[in-house]
């Protein structure tokens, strides 16, 4: 079955450590995305990517890196500039054309110890 | 700007039906859809409406009224799995790139 993993489940990182979260998906989407979760709130776009060797800063990008080197993945760093980075991380991917649904991975906790 | 507003929450009894809304602001718009969220899960689209109506999908559906810039998920039978968090999302040319932009979320919480 397609879909998207994103791993770890859960995440611990000790204040300044960078983390990075993996993001895999095998439904050929073109286009992948990093939201970021905080309890109560809704979803706030880190970086998306619609080609590979290529993404885009979302609204809250300051702290967080990615990379795009293969269409199947789109990894996400979160650094140590990243001074509140506790939050539920959700990986998505979509068609760029005929497609108006995101996928969803099942999303990674990360909470600084 | 943009911006969509949806209740932060609503409480329903097991078996009724409910509406939660959605009204935005935005230019050019082509779409809203709707995304449903368990506690600790990840969001699962639910529908799309880019023309104006109501689209049925089993117990859901989607209305969407472009004159007026709002929207609607009607859920019907309700069970107590249906509580969860609900997501609006528009379509937007004006969203560099064409990317959505979600809302904050309604909690639906279900009486038995």
């Known amino acids: 079955d397609g879909g998207i993993t994103q791993s770890p489940k859960y995440l611990f990182r000790k204040e300044g450590q960078n983390v990075t979260l993996s993001c895999e998906q095998n439904?050929?989407?073109?286009?992948m995305y990093w939201y970021r979760q905080d309890p109560g709130q809704g979803l706030r776009l880190i970086y998306y990517s619609q080609i590979v060797n290529d993404f885009q800063k979302g609204d809250i990008a300051e702290g967080y890196s990615v990379s795009r080197e293969k269409k199947e993945s789109f990894p996400l760093t979160v650094t140590s500039a990243q001074k509140n980075p506790t939050a539920f991380y959700l990986c998505?991917?979509?068609?760029?054309?005929?497609?108006?649904?995101?996928?969803f991975g099942s999303g990674t906790r990360l909470t600084v110890v | 700007g943009q911006s969509l507003e949806q209740p932060s929450e609503v409480t329903a009894v097991e078996g009724a039906i409910v509406q939660i809304n959605c009204t935005y602001q935005?230019?050019?718009?082509?779409?809203l859809s709707w995304y449903q969220q368990h506690d600790g899960g990840a969001p699962t689209f639910l529908s799309y409406?880019?023309?104006?109506g109501l689209e049925e999908t089993g117990r859901f559906s989607s209305f969407l009224s472009r004159s007026d810039s709002y929207g609607y998920l009607l859920l019907q039978e309700l069970q107590m799995k249906d509580s969860a968090s609900y997501f609006c999302a528009v379509y937007s040319s004006m969203n560099r790139d064409d990317k959505i932009i979600f809302g904050k979320g309604t909690r639906l919480h279900i009486l038995p």
């Open positions: 998505a991917s979509s068609m760029l054309q005929g497609n108006y649904g995101y996928t």
């Open positions: 409406n880019a023309l104006d």
């Open positions: 935005t230019s050019g718009f082509y779409g």
């Open positions: 439904l050929n989407h073109d286009a």
